[in-house]
């Protein structure tokens, strides 16, 4: 118990800085930047989905969580959004640095994983762009019920601390039943199953924990997994990025539509690694 604790308000306590600088520039853009610069935002994220594959290969759950923010305010697209859940693969690399893995194989998981997240992110850009709503930075005051009017930074603290508070207790549940259940269950799901596996794998990399990349990632490195089966785990992991998305977008059916193409990408995916016998 004492070990499921601590690796909760861990994980939770590396978000505080992503999440706090968030939500300061979504306050910044509401109270001094004024409708002028959100629809410069709104015009300049042609390149999004690029920048959000490359900003989520960084070995950091936090610009998940960041993007599920920006994404309820209207500031990034769906793309975008898209892109960076895709390509965050939470605790993958420091497990393949902490196990010696070479830097080529480490190479070729990341760069597979950007390209993947770079080509969905502008194809459902080209999509759903046209549906996309008004830039509503507002939605902060809005959703929270806060008195924005002390000031950004009290108002950025005041968003930071609720939101890591619904992270940290979520956290520790899940914590509790992947505790319960076992990482040898979870594994076992995945085994020796070429085009089943990596529909499973992407079901478990859909956990909002870091459980869910741990668990893939050492099944690989040990040999029981294969590469489809990680990769669609790793492209559906996004750390706790749907945790926040769920917190802070009102529309529950567009959740649920992310989360199935973020489920669909991921498994499609990583059954073609396995149906071209990729090897990494």
């Known amino acids: 118990m004492t070990d499921i604790i601590t690796d909760s308000l861990t994980d939770s306590i590396k978000?505080?800085?992503?999440?706090?600088?968030?939500?300061?520039?979504?306050?910044?853009?509401?109270?001094?930047?004024?409708?002028?610069?959100?629809?410069?935002?709104?015009?300049?994220?042609?390149?999004?989905?690029?920048?959000?594959?490359l900003l989520g290969v960084f070995p950091q759950c936090g610009f998940s969580a960041?993007?599920?923010?920006?994404?309820?305010?209207?500031?990034?697209?769906?793309?975008?959004?898209?892109?960076?859940?895709?390509?965050?693969?939470?605790?993958?690399?420091?497990?393949?640095?902490?196990?010696?893995?070479?830097?080529?194989?480490?190479l070729r998981v990341l760069l597979t994983k950007l390209v993947v997240a770079a080509a969905a992110g502008m194809a459902i850009d080209r999509i759903f762009r046209r549906s996309r709503g008004e830039v509503k930075i507002d939605h902060l005051c809005e959703q929270h019920h806060c008195h924005c009017e002390n000031g950004i930074w009290k108002s950025a603290l005041h968003h930071t601390v609720e939101i890591f508070i619904y992270i940290l207790l979520i956290s520790l549940a899940l914590?509790?039943?992947?505790?319960?259940?076992?990482?040898?269950?979870?594994?076992?799901?995945?085994?020796?199953?070429?085009?089943?596996?990596p529909a499973v794998a992407g079901l478990i990399g859909l956990i909002p924990n870091c459980a869910a990349s741990v668990v893939i990632t050492q099944l690989y490195?040990?040999?029981?997994?294969?590469?489809?089966?990680?990769?669609?785990?790793?492209?559906?992991?996004?750390?706790?990025?749907?945790?926040?998305?769920?917190?802070?977008?009102?529309?529950?059916?567009?959740?649920?539509?992310?989360?199935?193409?973020?489920?669909?990408?991921?498994?499609?995916?990583?059954?073609?690694v396995e149906a071209l016998g990729i090897v990494f």
């Not at 960041?66 to 497990?95: C, H, K, Q, R």
């Not at 990769?231 to 649920?256: F, H, Q, Y």
């Open 66 to 106: 960041a993007a599920s923010n920006l994404y309820a305010g209207g500031i990034i697209t769906m793309g975008t959004l898209m892109a960076v859940f895709l390509s965050t693969s939470d605790e993958m690399l420091p497990i393949m640095i902490s196990e010696n893995v070479g830097i080529g194989l480490m």
């Open 221 to 272: 490195l040990d040999g029981v997994l294969g590469a489809g089966a990680m990769i669609a785990g790793l492209l559906s992991g996004t750390g706790v990025g749907l945790l926040v998305l769920l917190r802070v977008n009102d529309d529950r059916r567009e959740n649920l539509r992310l989360i199935g193409m973020l489920y669909l990408i991921g498994a499609v995916a990583g059954i073609a």
């Open 15 to 53: 978000l505080l800085p992503f999440l706090f600088l968030t939500y300061l520039v979504m306050e910044y853009l509401e109270h001094k930047a004024g409708m002028k610069m959100q629809a410069a935002i709104r015009n300049a994220d042609k390149g999004g989905p690029l920048l959000g594959a």
């Open 175 to 197: 914590n509790l039943v992947i505790a319960w259940v076992g990482e040898d269950v979870l594994g076992g799901l995945i085994l020796d199953r070429p085009i089943l596996g």
